[in-house]
Structures are given as C-alpha cells and as structure tokens.
C-alpha cells in the first residue's frame, strides 16, 4: 500500500541527492579552475622570468656588468627549472617538441652568456668576432624565448576563458536543470500529496453541510486510508448514538402519551362494557335489531380500541426510515389521537389541510415531528393551535423565519411543499430564536426537558431532505414553517 510519508521523504532524497551532486560538481569545478589557475601563475612565472632575463641581458649589454650576466643566467635557469616542475601545464598549452625546443633554448643561452662574460676580457681581432656572434646569437636567442613565452602566457590566458565559460554555462545549466528538477519533483508531490488531502477536504466539507454519509475511500495511501476508516468508524458511531437519542426521546414521549392513550381506551372499553352487559341482562327478552344494534357498537368500540392502541404501537417501534407515500391529513389525525389527553379544557387544534394532500415521507418520523411541535405547544401553554398547508409562500414571507438550514437554489418555491404549526402561547424571545434547535437547549427547568425534540426534528425534517424555520413575537404566539420537497404527484 503506498504511503504519503513514504512519497514524501523519497521527494526530499531524491531532491538532496541531486543537491550533492551539483555540490560534488560545483566542487570539482572549483578544484579543476584552482589547478587552471595554478597553471597560469606558472606561466606568467615563465614570462616574467624570460622579461626579468631579457632586461639584465640588455644591462649588460650596455654597461658590461658582470652581475647583469649573472643574473640573466640565474633567470634563464628559475625559467628552466619551471618548464621542468610544470610540464604537465605547459604540455597542455604547447607542443612537446616547442616545450623541448624551449629548453635547448634556455640551456644555450645560459652557455652562451657564460661564453660571453668569459670572452669579455679578450680585445684581439678574432676574439672580438667570436664576441659579436655571440652576442647576436644570446639576442636572438632572448627575443625567441620572450616571444614563445608571451605566445604560451595568451594561449593560458585564451584557455582560462573558455574553461571559464564553460563552467559558467555547465553551472548555470546545471542551476536551470535543478530548478526544473524541483519545480516537476513538487508538482509530482503535489498529485501524491495535495490532491488526496484536497479530495478529503471536499468530503469533509459535504460532511459539514450536514451530509452525513461515510467517506469513499478515494486513494491508496495509507495515512487517507486510515483516516478514512476512523472517521467512518466515527460516523457509525455517531449515527448509532444518534438513534438511541431518538429512541430516548420517543420513549419520554411516549411517558406522556401513554396516560393519555389509557384515557382513550377508557372511553371504548366502557362502552363495549355497558354494551355487553346490556346483552347478558336482555338477551333473552330483547328483540334480534336490539341485539344486532348492542353488538354492532360492541364492534365499533373496539376497533376504535385497536386503532388507538396500534396508532400507539406503530409511533413506539424503531423501524428503519423508509419513503412511502403517505397522507399528511391522516398522519396529523393520529397524532391527534396520541395527544387529545394532553390537550387541556379549551385547548383548540384546527388542522387546515386537504385531504388529498399526500407526500413521500416516513410516516413514522413524521409523526413525531408533528407530536413534538404541537407537544410544545401545548406545554407552552397555548389554547388555539392551527396546523395547516399554506400556498402562495414567497421569498419575502419566507426571510421572517429562522431556518435550520437555508434553502438552496434548486429548492425553488415551486419544488416546495409547506407545513405550518403555529400557536397563540407566550413566544420565544428573539435571543433565543437561533438556538431552539440546538441539541440538549431547553428553557424549562432543570429535570422537565432533555432539549432534543425540536433537534430531532429538524434532524427528522433534514433526512426527508427538508428544513424547518422559526418565527415568534414574545406574547403572541410562534409559528413553525416546515418545508419538504414537492412531487409533481402530491396533492394541492
């Protein structure tokens, strides 16, 4: 399985490899222009040996010293002595046979100078020939010497330049090809790098908006996919906490509704009672439409009995959310039918929504949206409640409510279906509008409220793909908007 920080420290191996090896050149380079430059004092040492012996040659000369020969014999010797210890440099400027020639050279003009002086005392006729051919030959032999040596110290000087350029042109190819180098090295760590962090981002951020779904496992390093199977080991976590906290919630409902639904039954029960007591006491002496009528209501009651007791059961049992078409009319009467016991004496519930309206949604989960809002309401102390399926929303209606979640620019106002659940209670404060649906937020007191009703709701609402909005005037009342995605097939 590759690995990001495998990737990664490859890069910067390879990147400090590359870095020594321009290093061991640049070195190299310098050691080479160092031996190059050891090479041209060495050559201008053997011009200025050649000048230095040329100018106590022509002292000489002229004044007849013989301190001035010795010391252009002793400069014609250092000069030998030079082209001896640097041959290696001067075989790379001259021929061999020039380098030899240079040294026949030196060596006559050291024994003709010698000659020279030996001669100078001798003033007879034939000595004195012997003198001026000398002389003309340690002349001609200076003017070569000079001539080759300042010959040698150009051409030192014309290769210095061309290694000089060269280096710089292999330096600066070299700094050109290692910036390339780095520039593809990065853009290749970038694709390795970046790009899985970058993909992971856009997940994560899919995952703020409420998208609540388990990563993909989109690359093959091993720190993402890591990452990937913890956090979604996470969100399983997380999504199994979120159930139990619904079902915690439906349970402490249920608390409530429960006395109420005992209620209920009391009602069909003690009719089928009197019904079939009437029955045992007149059934020998009443007449068969008497009975007929007596069992008929038996019958009724107790369907009324078990369609209270299934409407409880169905809103306790924890199914697995599931679309189907359902009717909203029928969905709000059995929730109706959960809470008329927590209904107080003069509590009104008008429900203003047509029959025919229907609508894909978990019916289960839609009712306990629907018994938690008008739940509150009712503890708020509210005595009208209206729920009803208000059309013609606008744009400007809707910006007076606070949303759970904004709506989108494809949740056109005609993709829209609206629910609304409004109250004359007390209200809520305009500071704590932004907060009521807030996980474990409550204003009741410590011990009657776990703050997670209007959480599960708009958790409820989000899941069918929906929101739900607030608004309130302390004092008058609150109304909750709620708005699911409409079908071409839902009822007006």
């Keep these: 399985m590759q690995s990001i920080r495998r990737k990664i420290t490859f890069g910067y191996y390879l990147f400090a490899a590359c870095m020594i090896g321009l290093a061991m050149f640049s070195y190299a380079s310098l050691r080479f222009l160092e031996q190059r430059l050891d090479w041209g004092v060495a050559v201008a040492g053997f011009l200025d040996m050649t000048l230095e012996m040329r100018r106590f040659e022509k002292n000489y000369f002229l004044f007849g010293k013989a301190e001035d020969a010795a010391a252009a014999q002793a400069y014609a010797g250092e000069a030998l002595n030079l082209l001896e210890e640097h041959s290696a440099a001067?075989?790379?400027?001259?021929?061999?046979?020039?380098?030899?020639?240079?040294q026949d050279w030196l060596e006559r003009y050291s024994l003709q100078m010698a000659r020279l002086v030996h001669a100078a005392g001798v003033r007879t006729g034939a000595h004195a020939d012997e003198r001026?051919?000398?002389?003309?030959?340690?002349?001609?032999?200076?003017?070569?010497?000079?001539?080759?040596?300042?010959?040698?110290?150009?051409?030192?000087h014309e290769a210095m330049r061309e290694v000089l350029g060269r280096s710089r042109t292999v330096l600066v190819g070299l700094l050109i090809a290692v910036t390339l180098f780095s520039l593809i090295l990065a853009h290749l760590l970038?694709?390795?790098?970046?790009?899985?962090?970058?993909?992971l981002e856009q997940d994560l951020q899919a995952l703020g908006r409420g998208k609540l779904e388990t990563l993909p496992t989109r690359s093959g390093e091993r720190e993402i996919r890591s990452f990937t199977q913890a956090f979604?080991?996470?969100?399983?976590?997380?999504?199994?906490?979120?159930?139990?906290?619904v079902q915690a919630e439906k349970l402490a409902s249920l608390g409530t509704l429960v006395?109420?639904?005992?209620h209920e039954l009391n009602n069909p029960l003690s009719n089928i009672s009197t019904s079939t007591q009437l029955l045992v006491e007149e059934l020998d002496a009443a007449d068969p439409a008497q009975t007929r009528a007596w069992l008929r209501d038996v019958e009724e009651q107790t369907e009324r009995a078990r369609h209270i007791v299934a409407t409880l059961l169905d809103f306790s049992r924890d199914k697995p959310f599931?679309?189907?078409?359902?009717?909203?009319?029928?969905?709000?009467?059995?929730?109706?039918?959960?809470?008329?016991?927590?209904?107080?004496?003069?509590?009104?519930?008008?429900?203003?929504?047509?029959a025919s309206l229907r609508l894909d949604a978990d019916p289960q989960k839609l009712q306990q949206v629907f018994v938690n809002l008008i739940g509150n309401a009712v503890e708020a102390g509210a005595r009208r409640i209206r729920v009803e399926a208000p059309v013609g929303a606008t744009d400007a209606m809707l910006e007076s409510y606070v949303w759970t979640r904004p709506p989108t620019a494809a949740e056109a106002l005609d993709n829209a279906l609206f629910i609304a659940v409004a109250d004359d209670g007390p209200g809520i404060p305009a500071e704590v509008l932004p907060k009521v649906f807030d996980p474990f937020?409550?204003?009741?007191d410590v011990g009657q409220g776990s703050g997670l009703g209007l959480y599960l709701v708009q958790e409820i609402l989000q899941r069918h793909g929906g929101s739900i909005g607030?608004?309130?005037?302390?004092?008058?009342?609150?109304?909750?908007?709620i708005r699911l995605p409409r079908t071409a097939e839902d009822g007006a």
Excluded at 259 to 262: F, I, K, Q
Excluded at 328 to 353: M, N, P
Excluded at 470 to 480: C, D, H, K
């Design 322 to 354: 599931a679309l189907q078409r359902v009717s909203l009319r029928s969905t709000i009467d059995k929730t109706l039918t959960l809470l008329r016991a927590q209904l107080a004496a003069g509590c009104e519930v008008r429900v203003d929504v047509p």
């Design 259 to 262: 006395s109420g639904v005992a």
């Design 90 to 102: 001067y075989r790379e400027l001259a021929a061999t046979a020039e380098l030899q020639q240079l």
């Design 470 to 481: 607030v608004a309130s005037t302390p004092g008058e009342g609150s109304q909750f908007l």
């Design 441 to 444: 937020f409550t204003t009741k």
């Design 190 to 199: 970038t694709r390795a790098v970046v790009q899985p962090l970058r993909r």
């Design 232 to 245: 979604n080991r996470t969100l399983h976590e997380l999504e199994l906490r979120r159930r139990y906290l």
């Design 132 to 156: 001026a051919a000398t002389e003309a030959d340690i002349r001609e032999l200076g003017r070569r010497l000079s001539a080759h040596a300042e010959h040698i110290s150009a051409r030192e």
